[in-house]
């Protein structure tokens, strides 16, 4: 991977690259650690998901954002030290999580957009 490609994906995820916390390949590190690559995975397997389950639930997509939550401000406050699989999965879940936080957003302005349409269009009545 060039240096060009790891400072872009380290500025997508605002990830911190810190090689103890990353994946290894061959002996050196992914430029962003296992959490940022589970929300990149997440990220993606949210298109299945989306295409599979639908609109979910608030309750639910907040569910998907609480492991990772979790995870990250215990280790943050040094309850515990997690681990590289750990993050990974809390990573995917959170990445479902927050696709669906955007999607929700849309799906929501849109749907009040097309109520609120005919009400301008119309003069407010």
Request: aromatic share 20%; net charge positive.
């Amino acid at each position: 991977m060039t240096e060009r490609t790891e400072r872009i994906m380290k500025m997508f995820f605002l990830c911190h690259g810190i090689p103890e916390r990353c994946f290894h390949h061959k002996g050196k590190p992914f430029p962003i650690c296992a959490r940022c690559t589970g929300l990149g995975v997440g990220y993606v397997l949210s298109f299945i998901v989306l295409a599979i389950v639908g609109m979910m639930h608030w309750w639910i997509i907040l569910l998907l954002l609480c492991p990772m939550a979790i995870d990250g401000f215990g280790q943050l406050f040094t309850f515990w030290s997690s681990t590289n699989p750990r993050r990974f999965v809390t990573g995917i879940l959170g990445g479902i999580g927050i696709f669906y936080v955007f999607f929700f957003i849309w799906y929501e302005g849109y749907h009040f957009g097309q109520k609120l349409g005919p009400f301008i269009w119309n003069g407010g009545m």
